[in-house]
């Protein structure tokens, strides 16, 4: 079975059409990647992928492990493996991240019926994971994303990325306001965090995130629709000659 | 759902109890006032109080400073005292009426003796009358006194004397002085020198009868070294007129005494839609910090009433002593607050912080009013001032008048104010890793109002945390 099935989607907001029949398959072990000019849909697809309300969907579907997610609330795509990185990631003055992490795993262990692990086992999980992304201990007892700076966000949200243990990863612009050194951490964590049975889908600008990630497939959206897929050589290509020739 | 529904199930304390009441006639004049001191039994230097009051209060206006709008309110039409019929001495709490013990268990404070809170000790006030307290004996032992006013006037009338007026003047302000000289009930508490109270002190208001205002006088004595938590509570049934609510609450702090006073506000806020109904409430609170490094610190949290009025104060006057304010006010549907605090420093090295968190959403106007005033003789003073206030919707308004005035050179005074908005894209975020909605909402809030939830007496801060989250989640989205 697919890992996620998109079939022919439109979604709009505010009544203007973004989405005008997006249609892709993701196996597990995959890494797409979906590149494409300003305006034409990428972000869009993430945000409604992951449920963001501000869109609407008009026709079409979604399925997560043959589960159609469409009808549900961001929460529960959430328990059913998918994430989504903010191309922007939101302030919560007065939470640290410590509180909101563990809130998160907890809530995807109550909804997956299983224990919810002690405090000292949190701790624990959180210190490998900050670790891996080579985040400073602070990062535990700051408020989310309050005063970060971008490539700290960045990372952050990586760090949930690991705690959350996805199936389907959507990055939406990770790369975008890292310099390189923090492009090359965030890409070591996300591949090191890559499983067998989970895939990624790389939303990007640029070439430059696909030296680091490198990935198996690659997308071109133009006006909310795929006008051509190919291999990881296709970026390439799109970097040489942009996407006038498409 | 109809809208009479859906207010329904937010405000779950808006029931009245059928209980026969008896009431006296509406109206405010001399012979009102007679009629309440008599009912009381009350000393001669009580009555002159009250008299004293009403004839001031003639001559008063009704304040008009305030970021607040309501239409005119008519004093002659508010029945000034109602009491349950039953009336005869109670021996214990056993033989107060049942339908008032079922009121009190259905908005979660049981007077029964199986039943209650662990480690609070609660005094109810019904309309005009204190009903009864809890936990008297184990009070009795530490020295502790907690009693209903009316109580009060028959075994401390001495102490009353002393202390009653001596932090807000029966000339004070229009409604406090209203409240001086129509005040019902209300609790007392009188901790002895060095004795710290071995609970929590708590006294559960609840208006029930329509047209009764309530204006009850509650009056803490703190003598030197002591110390005494308390913790007030208030509801009201859901009515389509709206009900007066005037109180007056002075704490007396000695020598290195300290008093912590929280309060958890919900009233009745009116119908959410149309604005109809609700509480007016009107409510002077001071403390003053008589003596060298005596301590006083308010905690509210102001969710419900149609109209906030209030400003929990402290004046400084012992040297090195110690205010502080910790405020979250939440307003949504047509709710109005103005509220804040008065800092006033007299006394050398005193110490002020305050915190106030205000939230608003729907159509909701919320006002931070604040004083800080130090003293020319009031060298080396300290304050601190933080004041957030958070937008939920676009159809709401938040105001902050912050005031300051600094007597001396030595003195320092520091202020930070922001304005967040609460928006779906937090929510959203929240929500995409796996957060329930109610509980992102819920985290939000109590990321914001933190500091001042940390304040209030464990057993509160949880109940403290329901109420804001519960009262924001139809306002959000």
Known sequence: ?246 | MTAEELFQTEYKYGFTTDIESVSIPKGLNEETIRIISSKKNEPSFLLAFRLKAYHRFLQMKEPNWANLGYPPIDYQNICYYSEPKKKQELKSLKEVDPEILKTFEKLGIPLDEQKRLANVAVDVVFDSVSIGTTFQKKLKEAGVVLCSFSEAIQHYPELLEKYLGSVVPIGDNFFATLNSAVFSDGSFVYIPKGVRSPMELSTYFRINDKTTGQFERTLIIAEEDSYVSYLEGCTAPAFDNNQLHAAVVELVAHDRAEIKYATVQNWYAGNPTTGLGGIFNFVTKRGRCAGYRSKIAWTQVEAGAAITWKYPSCLLQGDESVGEFYSVALTNGKMQADTGTKMIHLGKNTKSTIISKGISADFSHNTYRGLVKIAPRATNARNYTQCDSMLVGNQCSANTFPYIEVGNHSSQVEHEASTSKMNETQIFYLQSRGISREDAINMIVNGFCKKVIQELPLEFAVEAQKLLTLKLENSVG
């Open chain 1, 1 to 246: 079975m697919m890992l996620l099935e998109i079939k022919n989607l439109h979604a709009s907001v505010e009544g203007k059409p973004i989405l005008k029949g997006m249609s892709l398959t993701l196996s597990a072990g995959e890494i797409h990647a979906i590149m494409g000019p300003n305006g034409a849909g990428k972000s869009t697809l993430a945000k409604v992928l992951a449920g963001d309300s501000t869109y609407e969907v008009e026709s079409g579907e979604v399925l997560l492990d043959g589960v159609d997610i469409l009808p549900l609330p961001p929460e529960e795509r959430a328990w059913l493996g998918l994430f989504m990185g903010f191309q922007y990631p939101i302030e919560i003055p007065g939470v640290t991240n410590l509180q909101f992490l563990q809130t998160a795993y907890n809530a995807k262990c109550k909804s997956q019926g299983h224990p919810v692990i002690s405090d000292e086992q949190f701790t624990l999980r959180l210190a490998e994971k900050m670790a891996l992304l080579e985040m400073k201990e602070e990062f535990k007892t700051r408020h989310v994303n309050e005063g970060f700076s971008g490539g700290e966000k960045k990372r952050n949200e990586i760090l949930q990325m690991a705690i959350l243990e996805p199936k389907l990863t959507i990055l939406d612009e990770t790369d975008s306001g890292l310099d390189i050194d923090a492009m090359r951490t965030v890409a070591g964590g996300v591949n090191k965090l890559m499983r067998p049975d989970s895939a990624l889908l790389l939303i990007t600008h640029y070439q430059r995130l696909l030296d680091y990630i490198h990935p198996h497939f690659v997308h071109v959206v133009i006006d909310g629709t795929i006008v051509e897929s190919g291999g990881a050589d296709l970026a390439l290509k799109l970097e040489k000659q942009g996407y006038d020739w498409l």
